[in-house]
Nanobody, 121 residues
Framework: QVQLVESGGGLVQAGGSLRLSCAAS????????MGWFRQAPGKEREFVAV????????DYADSVKGRFTISRDNAKNTVYLQMNSLTPDDTAVYYC??????????????WGQGTQVTVSS
């Protein structure tokens, strides 16, 4: 079992930055991949980024490449999503998920409760 808790969301102006955190507990953190997804009102949940168990591999949605960075600190059991150059289109509830290295939401077994990110124009 894996428990996930996101934090760091909030309200930011367009062009600003936020860093999301996701704290994990349960199974040994360094044994599974972590992903970030987001869901805007009226839209399906979409892939944002994923990082492998030891952090050597990452992948991003085209919409966030060059602006968002996923990273992890296995000593702190935490994965991060640094978000720069935010636009109103980035407004959504952001979720972290474990445990496969995939962009497909239905392949993830564990999810956090989500954290709201709102970008004002």
């Amino acid at each position: 079992q894996v428990q996930l808790v996101e934090s760091g969301g909030g309200l930011v102006q367009a062009g600003g930055s936020l860093r999301l955190s996701c704290a994990a507990s349960g199974r040994t953190f360094s044994t599974y991949a972590m992903g970030w997804f987001r869901q805007a009102p009226g839209k399906e949940r979409e892939f944002v980024a994923v990082i492998s168990s030891l952090g050597f591999n990452t992948d991003y949605a085209d919409s966030v490449k060059g602006r968002f960075t996923i990273s992890r600190d296995n000593a702190k059991n935490t994965v991060y999503l640094q978000m720069n150059s935010l636009t109103p289109d980035d407004t959504a509830v952001y979720y972290c998920a474990a445990e496969k290295y995939t962009a497909r939401a239905h392949d993830y077994d564990y999810w956090g409760q989500g954290t709201q990110v709102t970008v004002s124009s």
